[in-house]
């Protein structure tokens, strides 16, 4: 317990300085939180080095507008949230965007029914291939954790759009597992 006060202390400490524009402050910051930031930035955003570009783009954001930070919830929540919203933007400019129009009713059901013995980087490689609209809001439910009402509030798109996206985007992963599956063991 106490070193994780410690290091929230530490923490804290790098926080107001680079609030003042201490740049080896900064650059710690950075280096710690680095890693984490550009695989948020790489969940929206394909290729890679453009995900390195926004997260280089939030880091400067973050540290320019670090005196709104008020220490009432973790850094990282606050970073990866300045994250999301670049990664978005970034997309929204380069117009790869859609999102189809029909708010269909969706039911919430869980699809853990598919058994895979896919590797990280051939999910990765899937939810890369899914629409832009479907992508995004699939990550942001399903791996960032917003709520639907949040991510339509991001998006500019309806709650009922949200789960629409969801769902469909949902239904492709699943197909591209099982095609996959099938493929590998030869059960075509």
Do not use: W
């Given at each position: 317990m106490k070193v994780i006060q410690l290091h929230q202390k530490?923490?804290?400490?790098?926080?107001?300085?680079?609030?003042?524009?201490?740049?080896?402050?900064?650059?710690m910051l950075?280096?710690?939180?680095?890693?984490?930031m550009l695989s948020?930035?790489?969940?929206?955003?394909?290729?890679?080095?453009?995900?390195?570009?926004?997260?280089?783009?939030?880091?400067f954001?973050?540290?320019?507008?670090?005196?709104?930070?008020?220490?009432?919830?973790s850094f990282e929540g606050w970073l990866r949230r300045i994250m999301v919203r670049e990664s978005i933007?970034?997309?929204?400019?380069?117009?790869h965007v859609e999102f189809s129009v029909e708010d269909e009713v969706v039911h919430q059901e869980q699809y853990n029914n598919v058994e895979s013995q896919i590797e990280v980087a051939q999910i990765q490689q899937i939810i890369d291939e899914l629409p832009e609209g479907y992508k995004m809001v699939f990550v942001?439910?399903?791996?960032?954790?917003?709520?639907?009402?949040?991510?339509?509030?991001?998006?500019?798109?309806?709650?009922?759009?949200s789960k629409s996206q969801l769902f469909k985007a949902r239904q492709m992963l699943q197909?591209?597992?099982?095609?996959?599956?099938?493929?590998?063991?030869g059960t075509n």
């Open positions: 530490n923490n804290t400490a790098l926080i107001k300085k680079a609030a003042k524009g201490k740049r080896d402050a900064q650059h950075f280096e710690i939180h680095a890693p984490k948020v930035c790489r969940y929206y955003i394909k290729d890679i080095q453009h995900a390195e570009s926004v997260m280089l783009t939030g880091f954001k973050a540290f320019t507008h670090m005196k709104t930070f008020k220490n009432e919830g933007s970034f997309l929204r400019q380069q117009k942001m439910y399903a791996i960032e954790g917003y709520k639907h009402s949040e991510i339509g509030e991001l998006l500019n798109i309806s709650e009922g759009t197909k591209k597992i099982k095609d996959i599956n099938t493929t590998s063991y």
